[in-house]
DNA sequence: CCAATAGTGTCTGTTAGACAATATACA
DNA sequence: TGTATATTGTCTAACAGACACTATTGG
């Protein structure tokens, strides 16, 4: 930000330029059903409203007297929609123009989270609960037809955690607490859309500082499996393979 | 973005909400003097002015009659401080919060931008070329105290600077068309602030396809160099070392 | 014992890094 | 010829992927 003395003229109050709106919106995903899901929110059906009854990413203006940050916003955004306090939580980036909102010139910061599958039932919406719902998406994005520009922010926010399930943890946010190496094994293949080879994902997995041990086994009709916690519960971890260093 | 029909009521005017400030800045660097630079400007010395006489990142309110997006503003941005006209430009993130400028509520949209060296007499800065400069930055930040919360947005710049470097060709932006392999891994070793090693460097440039041999050498006192130019001249290569897929 | 999934081991291919050898210009 | 940098080659270590083998439960 900043007015710099050459461009703009000193001019202390912001009548000087025009305010575009300012909103948030967030890509809430998370596997169930063995697929990728997002949250998606109903529009109002009323006339005067922009892109009404359309299946929209939840979100809406910064509410200056309640959000401290654009960070709270979406946090608040969140929470609303799923009673989700602590999710991973990531910037996606932001999207502005004069011509995305009918209202006028508008601007959103839209994040990313990631939280364990929240059963349908669960998900708050005030009054009615036909107005928010998980939809599968794939690579390709979702069937509805989204408000606003919101399936170029869905594919970009897609497009942002394919990529860097390749390197990073990012799946173990979509699990509850304790989990099995083949259930991560099983949120890495269905985010990314193909097979990974177990034995070398093991070891990947296990050779950074991802998980622990816990004292318990998820047992079925075959040989238990070790439950694994995150060691950090809030930071993902990177797979690094570049450069190594050459000390000088 | 979305007012949602549960939490806000349908208003169509923007009153409901009080608009935040909507500005653009944007980190500028270079490598020059075998170091990375990035270009700082000073802010303007009125005392009813935030940060009078700070350094700070070029900057300021996106004017929504000038501005058809927010890459066009940064892009004038750019243009006002440089000359620069086609840079690698890419989102950075945004910052937003009640606290970070004191006339108001205020979300800023942050880019980064690579370029080639550009003289600093060529710095365009309307009237007074001292107002515009370019300062050496390493891993630590930038020596001066910066305007607003500028100096955490360049430190973010930086560290994604160096985080992408590691596995893309963005050092690729801040050389002229023109280039040697030894120049390009020059750049990397300043950027990474680490020293790389020769033959994996060119082993691994030259097995994308990220560069093509010109018909020209750098003619110097030794044997001379074989010139590169970009293959692509805007997109960046990514080197992936990451899962390989395994059919079904 | 059988089915099913968990977990391990062995081999191979790729590539980064270390380091040395060779190439080619100017002085 | 000497110096400086460009360019190539050889060897090794690390690790992902392929694939097969062993382990352990319930039925």
């Known amino acids: 930000m900043a007015k710099t003395q050459t461009n703009q003229p000193a001019a202390n109050t912001s009548s000087r330029f025009e305010k575009p709106l300012t909103t948030v919106d967030v890509a809430i995903f998370t596997v169930a059903n063995d697929a990728l899901q997002v949250l998606l929110v109903k529009r109002a059906n009323a006339p005067d409203e922009p892109f009404p009854n359309r299946w929209a990413l939840p979100g809406g203006f ?42 006028g010139w508008s601007a959103t910061h839209a994040y990313f989270a990631l939280i364990p599958a929240v059963s349908s039932d669960s998900l708050t919406n005030g009054a009615n609960a036909a107005d928010a719902q998980w939809m599968p998406v794939t690579a390709l994005g979702v069937k509805e037809t989204l408000a606003f520009d919101h399936k170029e922010i869905l594919a970009a926010a897609v497009t942002r955690l394919r990529a860097k399930v390749e390197y990073t943890s990012l799946p ?63 930071k993902p971890v990177f797979f690094q393979r570049t450069f190594k260093p050459a000390d000088d």
Chains 1, 2 share one sequence.
């Open 172 to 234: 173990a946010f979509l699990l509850p607490k304790e989990f099995t190496l083949s259930e991560l094994q099983r949120v890495y293949e269905i985010v990314l859309e193909r097979k990974l080879e177990k034995s070398a994902f093991r070891t990947r997995v296990l050779a950074t500082d991802l998980v622990t041990e816990t004292p318990r086994f998820r047992e079925g009709a075959n040989r238990p499996a070790q439950l694994y916690k995150l060691r950090s519960a809030s």
């Open 62 to 103: 910064v509410d200056v007297n309640r959000d401290a940050t654009l960070e709270d916003c979406a946090l608040r955004k969140l929470k609303e929609k799923t009673g989700v306090i602590s999710p991973y939580l990531e910037q996606l980036g932001s999207w502005g123009s004069a011509s995305r909102d009918p209202r």
